[in-house]
């Protein structure tokens, strides 16, 4: 009897695995695809993430921490992969710019080191806009014209689950239809987690320290 589980194939845990399968589905999408900036979006978000970048503390959310990160981001590579077979047509910078932004989607959350009160989660409500902020300060390493960052801020900004994407300025329907998929990335990535139920613990204290309404 085969007991193979499907969290067998990839451990997310590790950054390393996740990324080399994120470069197989990019792989697949196009064996010509430049996987250069998203492996170098990839490198930044981890250092940020691990408190490796001069000016900014390492993630101290345990819910929102660097697994929902990468877990987000396989998520987005796969339902990039899947609108390409849907015959999508999304181009090989929309590819890369859906995959970036799904790496800086939270990292609003990550305190600079001059902040000494409490824990990133303060940053709760309104980290989105912070995460924008920090895509547009690191974009340009990885090669992304000013308007790519202002595709990938509004993305980002569309993960908001309260946000009304009418409200959102869209530059094209390829661009609304990315900010839809990293909605969705960013909610099937924590639902999916094998320890979500037990995570969600964390996701309580985040909340409470933010405030948020309703946390109780």
Known sequence: ??????????????????????????????????????????????????????????????????????????????????????????????????????????????????DGEGTGAKYTVHHEQRSAHLLERFGPEFGLSKKEIAAGRIMILGTDISMDHSKLTFPSAQVRLLCQMLTASDLMAQMADRSYLEKLLFLYHEFKEADVGGYE
Request: glycine residues 8%; contains cysteine; negative net charge.
């Open 1 to 114: 009897m085969n007991d193979k589980q499907l969290y067998d194939l990839i451990n997310t845990e590790s950054v390393k695995d996740v990324l080399d399968e994120v470069r197989i589905i990019l792989n697949m999408i196009s064996p010509d695809f430049d996987q250069g900036p998203v492996t170098e979006a990839f490198s930044t978000i981890v250092g940020l993430y691990e408190g490796k970048h001069q000016g900014f503390k390492a993630c101290n959310t345990e819910y929102h921490d660097l697994r929902h990160t990468v877990e987000t981001f396989l998520a987005m590579a796969r339902l990039l992969h899947g609108a390409q077979l849907n015959g999508e047509g999304f181009t090989e910078p929309h590819v890369a710019l859906g995959l970036i932004a799904a790496l800086f989607h939270d990292a609003g959350y990550i305190q600079e080191d001059h």
